[in-house]
């Protein structure tokens, strides 16, 4: 936990966190506040307070979700080649070609339907989560 | 005033006649030795204390107010068990600074990220970064990207990071290599920019961590 003092700069207008007493401009009434990080303050209509646990809960699974989708990105993205090849055969109305791509590639793409099962999986996990602590012992790592 | 030992003492020429109150002069950093400037008119830098330029390194680990450092002075800041670090330096635009931030040990931490916060102080909304990742496992992507911060951004985890900051233009520049606690390692460039230059940047500012921390942080003024 640390201490912030949260104002709103006068000439700004916006939402202000000073880590250290005297960085608050003088004549400026600040709120002291416990925080976990100083993204927990914000600003709603005009007043300033700390975010709800559910905000965090729900912020928290948006930036996880988002993380995921990105690893996933990532992982499939090194088999791509194979999707583009056969999307090409089957373009072309080579359907042999497809079906020896098919095969050729077979432990490939059973793999990117693991990868894609798994991905649905953490995804239902990370959306039942009902505490901050059990969203963030989620690890995004497969395999 | 030294009185330079010339000329003939008790009868006889004295022995250290070419000495200055008792020590010889040399263009080489010996102890005891008074300076010599090179042919260049300037001394060699051995004479002067570690550190480069003034050769001057100052202790901020426990200051309590701003010092203003010097062109080519340095500060070290050490922390331990530290979330908070401030920096204690003032500054103001027109600066140029090379800082080091040096972590005991490297946390795998995914996506929660190391800040400078300008004046100790957060603005909302008011800084964007960018950072890009490589490693030993063969991946590289994006790790972060946003218009819309609230505190200059370095890098996710705790990583060991080398920094440019440029109080003209208001953007940190750096990049990382970190460890993912196996025996893969990871390198990561960053870059984040404050986009107001509406508030006078008049103190460094106070690094933030996402977990206690223990290290030391070099800060250097280039210009």
């Given at each position: 936990m640390m201490?912030v003092w949260?104002?709103?700069?006068?000439q700004?207008?916006?939402?202000c966190?000073?880590?250290?007493?005297?960085a608050?401009p003088?004549?400026?009434?600040?709120?002291?506040l416990?925080?976990?990080s100083?993204?927990?303050?914000?600003?709603d209509?005009?007043q300033?307070?700390?975010?709800?646990?559910a905000?965090?809960?729900?912020?928290?699974?948006?930036?996880?979700?988002?993380?995921l989708?990105?690893?996933v990105?990532?992982?499939?993205?090194?088999?791509?080649?194979?999707?583009?090849?056969?999307?090409?055969?089957?373009?072309?109305?080579?359907?042999?070609a497809v079906e020896?791509?098919?095969?050729?590639?077979?432990?490939?793409l059973q793999?990117?339907e693991?990868?894609?099962?798994?991905?649905?999986q953490t995804?239902q996990?990370?959306?039942?989560?009902?505490?901050l602590?059990?969203l963030?012992?989620?690890?995004?790592k497969?395999? | 005033?030294?009185?330079?030992?010339?000329?003939?003492?008790?009868?006889?020429?004295a022995?250290?006649?070419?000495k200055v109150?008792g020590?010889?002069?040399?263009q080489?950093?010996?102890?005891?030795?008074?300076?010599v400037a090179?042919?260049?008119?300037k001394l060699?830098?051995?004479?002067?204390?570690?550190?480069?330029g003034s050769?001057?390194?100052?202790?901020?680990?426990?200051a309590?107010?701003?010092?203003m450092?010097q062109?080519?002075?340095?500060a070290i800041i050490?922390?331990?068990n530290?979330t908070s670090?401030?920096?204690?330096i003032a500054?103001?635009e027109n600066?140029l600074y090379?800082?080091?931030?040096?972590?005991?040990?490297?946390l795998?931490?995914?996506g929660?990220y190391?800040?400078l916060n300008?004046?100790?102080t957060?603005?909302a909304?008011?800084f964007?970064?960018?950072?890009?990742?490589?490693?030993?496992?063969?991946e590289s992507?994006w790790?972060a990207y946003?218009a819309?911060y609230n505190a200059?951004?370095?890098y996710?985890?705790t990583?060991?990071?080398?920094?440019?900051l440029?109080?003209?233009?208001?953007?940190?520049?750096?990049f990382?290599g970190y460890?993912?606690?196996?025996?893969?390692l990871g390198?990561?460039?960053?870059?984040?920019?404050?986009?107001?230059?509406?508030?006078?940047?008049t103190?460094?500012?106070?690094?933030?961590?996402p977990?206690?921390m223990?290290?030391?942080?070099?800060?250097?003024r280039?210009?």
């Amino acid at each position: 936990m640390m201490k912030v003092w949260a104002y709103i700069h006068p000439q700004l207008n916006i939402l202000c966190c000073a880590l250290l007493p005297e960085a608050v401009p003088e004549g400026v009434e600040a709120v002291e506040l416990e925080v976990e990080s100083h993204d927990d303050v914000i600003l709603d209509n005009g007043q300033i307070r700390l975010k709800t646990e559910a905000e965090k809960l729900e912020e928290e699974k948006q930036r996880k979700l988002a993380e995921l989708k990105s690893y996933v990105a990532r992982l499939l993205g090194q088999t791509d080649y194979i999707i583009v090849k056969i999307a090409e055969a089957q373009t072309l109305g080579d359907t042999n070609a497809v079906e020896q791509l098919k095969q050729k590639y077979a432990e490939k793409l059973q793999q990117r339907e693991a990868i894609r099962q798994w991905n649905e999986q953490t995804k239902q996990a990370i959306r039942n989560a009902e505490t901050l602590d059990e969203l963030r012992s989620i690890e995004i790592k497969y395999g | 005033m030294p009185i330079l030992n010339v000329g003939m003492v008790s009868g006889g020429w004295a022995t250290d006649a070419d000495k200055v109150d008792g020590f010889h002069a040399s263009q080489t950093p010996t102890a005891n030795t008074i300076p010599v400037a090179l042919p260049t008119g300037k001394l060699d830098i051995g004479w002067l204390p570690d550190g480069i330029g003034s050769g001057r390194r100052v202790d901020l680990t426990n200051a309590t107010s701003d010092y203003m450092l010097q062109v080519g002075e340095e500060a070290i800041i050490n922390f331990t068990n530290a979330t908070s670090v401030p920096l204690r330096i003032a500054t103001s635009e027109n600066r140029l600074y090379e800082i080091f931030l040096q972590f005991s040990v490297n946390l795998s931490l995914a996506g929660v990220y190391v800040h400078l916060n300008p004046n100790n102080t957060t603005y909302a909304s008011s800084f964007s970064h960018t950072s890009m990742h490589w490693n030993s496992s063969g991946e590289s992507g994006w790790v972060a990207y946003t218009a819309s911060y609230n505190a200059f951004r370095l890098y996710s985890q705790t990583p060991h990071s080398y920094i440019i900051l440029d109080t003209t233009r208001r953007i940190l520049r750096g990049f990382t290599g970190y460890e993912g606690g196996d025996n893969h390692l990871g390198y990561g460039i960053f870059a984040s920019k404050w986009h107001s230059n509406l508030v006078s940047w008049t103190s460094l500012g106070t690094f933030a961590f996402p977990t206690s921390m223990s290290g030391y942080i070099l800060v250097r003024r280039l210009v």
